[in-house]
C-alpha cells in the first residue's frame, strides 16, 4: 500500500508567500522527515526557486500556463516552473479554472517535461471527464467547502466514493480529494472512503502554529 499523498497548497496567502513561504516549505519538510509522510507542496510561481532551493520534498506550482517558450510575456511556463525545481504542477483549481483545450495543452505540456500533473475538478463527473486527459492525479474539491472548516469528507462524502468509482475504478488514475480539510479525522475519513491523498491549503496555511496543525492531522 502506498503512503497517503498530502499536499499543502499555498495559494496567495501573506502566511504562506515570499519568505513566510520559504517558512511553511521548510516545516513541511520537517514534519515529512520527522514522521516519513509523504508531504508535497504547491507553491505560487515566484515562491518555486527559493523553497525548492532549501527543500528536498516535492514542490509543485500552483499552476503553468500551456504556451511554448518565446514571445508570451507574463505566462508561466511548464520549461519555467522546471527550471525553478519544480517537480510539478497543480492545475484547473477551482481559484484558476481553465477550458478544456487549454487544459489538455497544459497536461500535455506538463508530462513532456516530466513534470507530475493534478489536475482539479469540482464535482465527481467533471473528475470523469479530465481522466480523459489522462494526468497523474485527480483532485476533487467541492467549491462551496473551500476555505471554511467543514470538509468535504463530513459534508460530502458521496463526492468522494462516486470519484473513486469515476477516476480510480474506471480510469486507474490516482485520486486526491480536498476542501475544508481540517482534522485527523477529515483525512482518515477520506481514506477509508478509497482516497489516495488529500489537498489542503487554510488549515495549514493560516495555522497560528502550523508545525503542530499539520502533526494533528496526519493519519
Ligand atoms: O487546493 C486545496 C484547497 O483548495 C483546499 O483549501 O482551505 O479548504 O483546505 P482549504
Given at each position: 500500500m502506498h503512503k497517503p499523498i498530502i499536499i499543502i497548497n499555498f495559494k496567495t496567502y501573506p502566511s504562506s508567500t515570499g519568505i513566510n513561504a520559504v517558512r511553511l516549505a521548510k516545516i513541511c519538510e520537517k514534519v515529512a522527515f520527522e514522521t516519513g509522510e509523504d508531504i508535497r507542496v504547491a507553491v505560487a510561481a515566484p515562491d518555486i526557486h527559493p523553497i525548492s532551493w532549501v527543500v528536498s520534498i516535492p514542490v509543485y506550482a500552483e499552476h503553468v500556463d500551456p504556451y511554448p517558450p518565446g514571445?508570451?510575456?507574463?505566462s508561466v511556463l511548464p520549461e519555467t516552473v522546471k527550471a525553478a525545481g519544480a517537480a510539478g504542477t497543480l492545475l484547473n483549481h477551482s481559484e484558476h479554472r481553465l477550458g478544456n483545450k487549454e487544459l489538455e495543452e497544459s497536461i500535455r505540456r506538463a508530462s513532456k517535461l516530466s513534470l507530475v500533473t493534478v489536475v482539479c475538478a469540482d464535482t465527481p463527473s467533471r473528475a470523469e471527464e479530465i481522466a480523459n486527459m489522462k494526468p497523474d492525479f485527480i483532485a476533487v474539491e467541492p467549491p462551496e467547502l473551500i476555505?471554511?472548516?467543514?470538509?468535504v469528507s463530513k459534508a460530502e462524502p458521496e463526492i468522494i466514493t462516486r470519484s473513486v468509482e469515476l477516476?480510480?475504478?474506471?480510469?486507474?488514475i490516482s485520486l486526491l480529494v480536498g476542501a475544508g480539510i481540517k482534522s485527523r479525522e477529515d483525512v482518515v475519513k477520506a481514506l477509508e472512503l478509497g482516497a489516495d491523498g488529500v489537498l489542503i491549503a487554510s488549515g495549514i496555511?493560516?495555522?497560528?502554529d502550523p508545525e503542530q496543525a499539520l502533526r494533528d492531522l496526519l493519519p
Open positions: 514571445r508570451h510575456t507574463g476555505g471554511g472548516d467543514i470538509s477516476v480510480k475504478h474506471k480510469h486507474n496555511d493560516k495555522a497560528e
